[in-house]
């Protein structure tokens, strides 16, 4: 028995996420009528998740669900913005109600986990394509990429290239270490560092959450503040099944190319830096200084006292044979 | 020398549509921030259109871009809100300047017209898909499709039917008649029905927009409103080129089923129809009364007193063999 649209909606979607009282009408509608918090900006968003392109073919559908919402959510996290509201674009090839199910199932239990709503969307046919589009609320300014200066202290969250080493295990191109299931994890289930996006507002000058990888990353955030970056090799986070896995240099090179990650990198004006350490501990918080921004453009890597040479910075999705 | 997402989104998607003052941060952080008018409620909708489902392959660019923010449009039209602000995801096989550019002309051109501000979104390689998400506002209550009654008028607007000839000229399943270029335009370039949907507030108990076909359309605002709907097969509007392009028969069978319409249909109670004909008179607004809802569900179509039997109601995306 085929499901028809309307079938699939309300069984999948109707009551997705969580029950907000601001959500005057939800799914069901030409469109969702939304209750805006007064003296609040509205903060949007909207990212998409291919198959075949930002996650291989035959992916858990909880996965591609938790991650569709999840890379939404950094972006928020990224801003400082507290997320509400979501809408999901779902194109599939067919209606395969295990994979629905499931899928449902992973972005439903990452949307009650920040409280958010799904209030809208669509659901085509075709190639494998997820569209997310979140809503979020701010008050007071949102954390920019261009507010970051030379001088400013340069930190990233968790531990970077964990995810793009999960991919590696999950496409088959890295034999299983020991702590492959950790990996594995980072890449299917990424952590959006909204709590962390939301304090940052109180102490940093510039953030960007790190999708394309870190070195990319912190250069676009460094461009829009007019400036570029040091990074200091020695101090890269890397975990201790990513080294594992890789061995320290290629645990170092991923941390820098990867991808995937869905941490913040972030500056810190030298005058609030003690601010900093000493209300949001890094061990508590889960972030570490990795360098400095500087005047002159672009981001240098440093090691033992030299520059480093990358091959590509990041992920592009329009550049050939990157 | 290949374009990088960066530069893509920098060329074509910077300034696209209108510049608005309520628009804090646009295109370029990862997230947009933007200032909600005080005592309006926000109204958000998405849509997706993906090559060779909703529109064949080779369709003009600029129609691509067009049709992605009109279906939109049509959306916020059926709750009677005033469109402000859209993010865009476009998923694209490569990265091809002439088509970019002819794509954001079409979606700039409807922007500019309704106001709109393209404010975010994202652009990812794979089949060609197109998501937009768009936001409105609205003050007062919405028009939705559950307010519906018994006895409430039917309309709907403009000559639906077009559309559905229109593609079928462009996919070369009909000879082309001698006013071919009209229904062509009216696939290739609908019309969201956005002034009316805002009028209609004061006067319509229940809305939705027409993309699926008529007979389904006006089905599932019954279903909504707990009733059913009758039809007069004479009233139906069919425009003289889809009348001379199929004959009179098929040109109200296209009107019913054909879907890609964008036009709206609506109901208004019995006590409401003299001040909704003189303060909007349908010669100048464009609408035709079709019918009245029943309370028996499912929706009739009479001719010369007698029901009529239909193969199938509109466009299901996940039913097989519609």
Redesign the interface.
Known sequence: M?????D?IERYFRSCGVRREDV??GV?????????P?GQ??????????????FPRGCPASSVGHRALAVNL???A??G?RPA?A???L??P??DEAWLAEFASGFAELARLHEVAL?????????L?V?V????H?SGP?L???GGQPGDALFVSGTPGDAAAGLALEQGRLPAPAQAEYLRERFLYPTPRVALGSVLREYASA???VSDGLLGDAG?MGA?SGCGADIAYADLPVSQPLVEAVGPERARELALTGGDDYELCFSVRPGNLERLLTQLPPQRWGYTRIGTLRATPGVGVVRDGEPMAFAHAGY?????GS
């Open positions: 085929p499901l028809s649209e309307f699939l005057e009408l069901g509608d030409d469109a969702a009528v939304l209750e805006c007064p900006r509205l903060v949007a968003a909207m990212d998409t998740l291919v198959e075949g392109v930002h950094s972006d928020l990224a801003m913005a509201w809408l999901l674009a194109t599939l067919e209606a209030v809208g969307g669509d659901t085509t046919r075709g190639p394509c569209t589009q979140i809503l979020g701010i949102a920019l990429r261009s953030c960007i959450d676009k829009a592009e999705h329009f550049v050939r």
